[in-house]
């Protein structure tokens, strides 16, 4: 059941910001990092999510983000996700903010997406920064290359490293201007995302956590919804319209 002070609330939004997680994309089929069943559970990060293990062993990274895009390309958006494209059109300001590389946010449909941790479809040179769209895989055991000759690497952001520029200030600028801020499907325990909900609330926005657990935004959200985001966000959608 949606409480109807949510309701009420987005109705009379102006601007709505919305940061997205691993969780938006669960139900797809995409595996979250923390938890049981988590990524981070069989994985270890410092192995595969950072620019000194990807310089010692540039197979074993590719090979982890190869498997991740097959994952990816096999499965489709969920209704989370499509219910944030009806948002999109539904409120007169909209901002979608995601730390999910996926692209399952665009494939849905949205069309203003700043994506924070950058995108698996895509690869960087290590050496001159060009960007690839290719679908590119390891060629036998070999890391492909740039045509400078640097080696390609996920554009994606590692431990340690900076969030872009241009999306970050974007999310910063969103979440301070909103009036109404959807934390959905985050651990939020990765920073700067984590403290977008803080700021949004900082600044007078009424904050809506929707997550299957408690998290550090559910000890001032406004209200924190225990629930699915491919069941919860449709039934907002359906009460809004
Ligand atoms: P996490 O795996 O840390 O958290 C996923 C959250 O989604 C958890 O709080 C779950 O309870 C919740 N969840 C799972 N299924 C859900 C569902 N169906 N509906 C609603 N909530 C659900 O993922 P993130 O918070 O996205 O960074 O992790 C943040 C960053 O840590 C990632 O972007 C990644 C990772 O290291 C980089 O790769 C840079």
Redesign the pocket.
């Known amino acids: 059941m949606i409480p109807l002070e949510l309701i009420e609330q987005a109705k009379s939004a102006q601007v709505v910001t919305v940061l997205t997680?691993?969780?938006?994309s669960?139900?797809s089929g995409v595996p979250?990092?923390?938890?049981e069943n988590?990524l981070w559970k069989k994985f270890r990060?410092q192995e595969l999510?950072n620019f000194d293990a990807f310089m010692r062993n540039p197979e074993l990274v590719w090979e982890w983000y190869n498997y991740r895009r097959k994952i990816i390309e096999q499965i489709s958006p969920n209704p989370g996700h499509f219910a944030l494209v009806e948002m999109e059109s539904y409120f007169p300001q909209f901002n979608l903010i995601t730390?999910?590389?996926d692209g399952l946010h665009q494939r849905a449909g949205s069309r203003n997406v700043v994506e924070l941790?950058g995108n698996i479809g895509r690869n960087r040179c290590v050496k001159c920064n060009r960007i690839s769209t290719e679908n590119l895989s390891l060629n036998g055991q070999k890391v492909p290359t740039c045509e400078c000759g640097g080696l390609l690497r996920p554009d994606?952001?590692?431990?340690g490293e900076l969030l872009p520029e241009d999306a970050i200030q974007k999310a910063f600028q969103a979440s301070k201007s909103c009036d109404f801020f959807f934390s959905?499907?985050?651990?939020?325990?990765?920073y700067p995302?984590a403290s977008l909900p803080e700021i949004a609330k900082q600044n007078g926005a009424f904050v809506v956590e929707?997550?299957?657990?408690p998290?550090p935004i559910t000890s001032f959200a406004d209200i924190s919804i225990r629930g699915?985001?491919?069941i919860v966000l449709p039934q907002i959608v359906k009460a809004l319209t």
Not at 156 to 159: A, D, E, G, L, S
Not at 184 to 190: N, Y
Not at 210 to 213: P, Q
């Open positions: 997680g691993a969780g938006i669960a139900e979250t990092f923390r938890g988590g990060p999510a730390q999910n590389v941790h994606v952001v590692w431990f959905i499907g985050t651990s939020a325990v990765v995302a929707i997550n299957l657990e998290t699915k985001s491919g």
